[in-house]
């Protein structure tokens, strides 16, 4: 049995802010305790797939490097993580939603099923970006061109416009809730934690064996 071509695109703000707020909701944890096990989200995503393309993006502050040198050593290209200096010399976002959109739409045109293609989406971002590309557009375009899509997000960052396309292509587009695997992709950092509240501490809690991908 032949494998589906997969290119994997990941909004890694969205997929962090979700597991902070799920974390939050599921155990009161601080934000800052949050952490995904990378391993065993990759795993997941990555199921019965044969990656061709992988891309991990979105902000985090400096000094966090090794939170994305796992990721590399998984494949993930990595390098729209990196703030940049702005005008001013201050250290701010590149264009990453657009980077990513235009990236997805370049994949769309270099492959044509057969063989069979997916797009795997993580990420739960509804909105059109300044330049008026969105990841809403790319999924449509991809189920007009007969790709499957696999979308991958918290229930709490999931825009409705993605069930509207699921509605639209049920034959291509496929929502996956990561709330079902919370214990399997994140863990809680013990430790004190410094919010505007005062100090917050949290327990440890390491992660759970990954199983069967929920269908």
Sequence with gaps: MNMSQAHIFIDNSNLLGGAQRTAQANEGAPWQSVRIYWRNFFQLIESDLLPVQRMLAGSLPPGNEPLWESARRYGYDTSLLK????????????????????????????FEPPP???LVLVTGDGNLSDYGTSFVQQ???????????LIYSWKSQLSGKYAAARLKHPAYVNIVELDDYYKEITFIKGGTYTSPAGTVTASERIVSQLGQRKR
């Design 83 to 110: 703030r940049v200096p702005n005008d001013n010399g201050k250290l701010a976002e590149q264009a990453v939603d657009e980077v990513m959109h235009a990236k997805i739409a370049g994949a769309l045109l270099d």
């Design 139 to 149: 999924v449509e375009r991809a189920a007009k061109r007969q790709w499957n899509v």
């Design 116 to 118: 069979e293609q997916t």
